[in-house]
């Protein structure tokens, strides 16, 4: 409903164009005032549509309460109506923008058309400024996705190429980053629903990114997540949103506070080491990044970091073993509560697990005794570097593709199309653990199995562009995303442009 201001200094005029207003059944919200200074009272309390106003009236005129409105930038739509209807005084109101001068007494008909062009114009501007908005938030949206491709970029770069676009996310408060990853493809077909749902959680606008198929990455404000107990609270909320709302599992990782983009880039490096553990952990959790380490919600990081060791074994990744007995060491370290029965027996019976996997059992049992045999951590953890060193010089000369990797590449490249692919899908093709699949893709390829997913998806859909005129949204569909939004967005991360733009610049070249 619009709002009419009605001045006149007369209260039986104000009156009786009230009536008239109601007798023809326009639908505005009558405001009244008796002179020019009351009427900017009413402008300052409420939002004004529609101003019509009197020319001769005390204190200040009409047309000086005109040029006061728009002076203070108000922009309603102006009428002015007097019994005086000299030619000066419908020059001084067409000069000001006026759109009609009206004299008293009022003709009826002549009322009723006015008003109802008054309505009709009023409808005008609301649709105007609603485009205009819908192209301001357009316009936002494709300057912030090209500043969320750069800080990509960025962060997962080595080299210092950050925008000084990025910069303006500290502009206001400190950030934390969270990053969010799930295998569902229902992520990815209800984008629009999975981000509305996320934003609300978080509050305050965050930065929400999605890097690929499987990763969100989320810049919230340390308001929200001032304490240990509210980070929880949030990751327990967005754990309970992944299941009832798309019956899905999430591993998420919280960052702690980032005042500037290099705290940024340090912290995601640290954060993206632990996404690995999310291949040994098949119910919902998180991890929260303190300056002591990570705390991983009701579990003891020991036994995962054990399950790695192990997956590293079989696939005879001895730096891998390596580094994650490291990480073992380091977490009983620091926490405390672990006795050396416990430490010593816990260590030797992952060592003997390593040993069956690798057929290296004639080591086993000096390395066990040496194990049992140390008076501090020190010691045993020296005694279990040395058996790695050994075993990894006794494998050093193999280097061969493992045929589990040439075959999920091949599961992939024939069924890329089905939207359900997932790391899980070709791992039950396979016969295997999607822990070990997952991990054996790594260490053979250097790459995580999803991302290649993806980019073997945005390859065909470059081929679709190039040699089809199928529309995007086909093109979407043919590569494996029922959701084209997504797809949208996700190509536009990987190239740089959108499907239809990156056509356009493929065709012109070629021309």
């Known amino acids: 409903m619009y709002r009419i201001l009605i001045v006149d200094d007369e209260r039986n005029e104000r009156t009786g164009i009230e009536k008239l207003i109601r007798r023809y059944q326009f639908h505005l919200e009558v405001v009244q005032a008796s002179n020019g200074r009351e009427a900017l009272e ?8 529609i101003l019509l106003t009197d020319i001769k009236m005390p204190l200040m005129s009409g047309i000086e309460l005109i040029k006061e409105v728009h002076k203070r930038g108000w922009d309603p739509i102006c009428i002015i109506y007097s019994a005086y209807g000299e030619f000066e005084y419908a020059q001084n109101a067409i000069a000001l923008g006026v759109m009609q001068y009206l004299l008293k007494p009022i003709k009826m008909q002549e009322f009723q058309n006015l008003f109802e062009h008054v309505v009709s114009l009023c409808e005008e501007k609301d649709h105007q400024q609603a485009e205009s908005e819908a192209l301001k938030i357009k316009l936002r949206n ?6 969320y491709r750069q800080l990509l970029k960025y962060l997962e770069s080595e080299a210092d190429e950050r925008s000084e676009d990025t910069e303006e996310l500290f502009a206001r408060e400190a950030l934390v980053p969270v990053i969010l990853s799930s295998y569902s493809y229902l992520f990815s077909r209800y984008w629009e629903n999975y981000e509305e749902d996320t934003n609300k959680i978080f509050d305050n606008n965050p930065v929400i990114i999605n890097k690929d198929d499987t990763q969100t990455l989320v810049l919230a404000g340390c308001g929200r997540l001032a304490s240990q107990r509210k980070r929880e609270e949030v990751c327990e909320r967005l754990i309970q949103m992944s299941r009832d709302n798309f019956q899905s599992e999430i591993f998420i990782v919280m960052g702690t506070k980032c005042s500037s983009m290099e705290e940024l880039k340090a912290q995601y490096e640290i954060m993206r080491e632990q996404l690995d553990y999310q291949f040994f952990i098949t119910e919902s959790t998180y991890f929260l990044i303190e300056e002591s380490g990570f705390v991983k919600k009701e579990s003891d990081m020991l036994s995962i970091y054990f399950k790695k060791i192990l997956t ?23 926490n405390v509560g672990f006795s050396s029965i416990y430490i010593k027996y816990n260590f030797s019976e992952v060592i003997k697990q390593c040993c069956e996997i690798l057929h290296s059992g004639e080591r086993l049992m000096e390395v066990v005794e040496d194990i049992y045999g140390s008076r501090s951590i020190a010691q045993v953890k020296q005694a279990v570097s040395h058996l790695i060193d050994v075993l990894a010089e006794d494998e050093r000369s193999q280097n061969e593709e493992n045929r589990v990797v040439i075959m999920a590449k091949a599961y992939i490249h024939e069924h890329y199309q089905d939207c359900t692919l997932s790391v899980s899908s070709i791992a039950d093709e396979l016969g295997i653990s999607s822990a070990y699949l997952s991990t054996q893709f790594k260490a053979e390829t250097g790459q995580q199995l999803v991302k290649y997913i993806s980019w073997y998806r945005i390859e065909r859909a470059r081929d679709l562009l190039t040699t089809t005129n199928v529309k995007v949204g086909e093109v979407a569909k043919k590569v494996g995303y029922l959701n084209t939004s997504y797809f949208i967005s996700l190509f536009r991360n990987n190239m740089g442009c959108s499907p239809a733009k990156y056509r356009e610049r493929v065709f012109k070249d070629e021309g």
């Open 312 to 334: 590293c074994a079989k696939l005879k990744d001895f730096q891998g073993i390596k580094s994650e007995f490291e990480k073992a060491f380091e977490y009983v370290e620091k």
């Open 142 to 147: 494709v300057e912030n996705d090209k500043m």
């Open 42 to 49: 009413k402008f300052e309390q409420n939002g004004i549509d």
